[in-house]
């Protein structure tokens, strides 16, 4: 029974990260469409803007791309502090869920101030606002070591997909070993990869319709991933199970 149990909460921690990926996927749409064309999630993305930038190759904002990653940077230092003490350890830890909430109080600030007509220091202010918390999220990710998934760094998680495949097959067909099979960790990050892109999918086509409408789906979602956390994971060990009083 507690082999089951364990199994249940993990399953379901394994659908929050999922949910994140969604929410990460969303908020670079978001970032591309009305702030400027940047990404707000995707840190790659900003590096090339920025190179591109420099060689004039196209109208982008070296400013804009550089605000992003700053944001990202402060972020990910912001959350690395506070996953940085002895309490920051566990099947869920408690630090991470607060992140969440600083997460999600971002997104509401971000809700309240964008609007069809913006000026450059407002842009400059929501990129800030949605980039700090897309690196909250990708180190409190990582805190969790799931399958090496930070929620907005797709480029390794696709490698390591493809990487599992080609050994599956080739122990399946070369070696004819018949008894393998592709492990929960392989789907796992190819579903983190699928379900980024039906994210952007949702934010773009929402967009068309109500510019910033989408950022109300991250909001939504990570209400839903707060209860969750809340309702399910603590009090849990290391392992998953129940502390015992």
Not at 91 to 103: M, N, V, Y
Not at 167 to 175: E, I, T
């Amino acid at each position: 029974m507690k082999g089951m149990n364990n199994l249940h909460v993990k399953t379901w921690r394994s659908g929050v990260l999922m949910l994140l990926c969604m929410s990460a996927g969303i908020v670079d749409v978001i970032g591309y469409i009305h702030l400027g064309r940047v990404f707000t999630a995707n840190m790659t993305g900003n590096i090339v803007i920025l190179g591109m930038s420099f060689a004039h190759v196209a109208e982008l904002s070296f400013l804009r791309a550089a605000l992003a990653c700053i944001g990202f940077i402060a972020g990910n230092a912001a959350a690395a502090i506070l996953l940085s003490g002895g309490k920051a350890k566990g099947f869920w830890p408690a630090r991470i869920t607060l992140i969440l909430f600083i997460e999600l109080a971002f997104y509401f600030i971000f809700a309240a101030l964008a609007g069809p007509v913006m000026s450059e220091t407002l842009l400059h202010v929501l990129i800030l606002l949605l980039s700090s918390a897309m690196g909250m999220q990708t180190t409190a990710a990582r805190k969790l070591g799931i399958a090496g998934i930070s929620t907005t760094v797709l480029t390794n998680n696709l490698a390591s997909v493809i990487e599992d495949f080609v050994a599956f097959f080739r122990k399946r067909f070369r070696l004819k070993e018949k008894t393998s099979k592709i492990g929960g960790e392989t789907w796992l990050r190819f579903t983190a990869v699928v379900i980024y892109c039906f994210g952007a999918l949702v934010a773009g086509i929402a967009e068309i319709n109500m510019p910033f409408s989408a950022i109300w789906i991250p909001i939504l979602v990570m209400v839903i991933i707060l209860i969750v956390v809340l309702k399910m994971f603590r009090g849990l060990d290391e392992n998953g199970e129940r502390r015992l009083r």
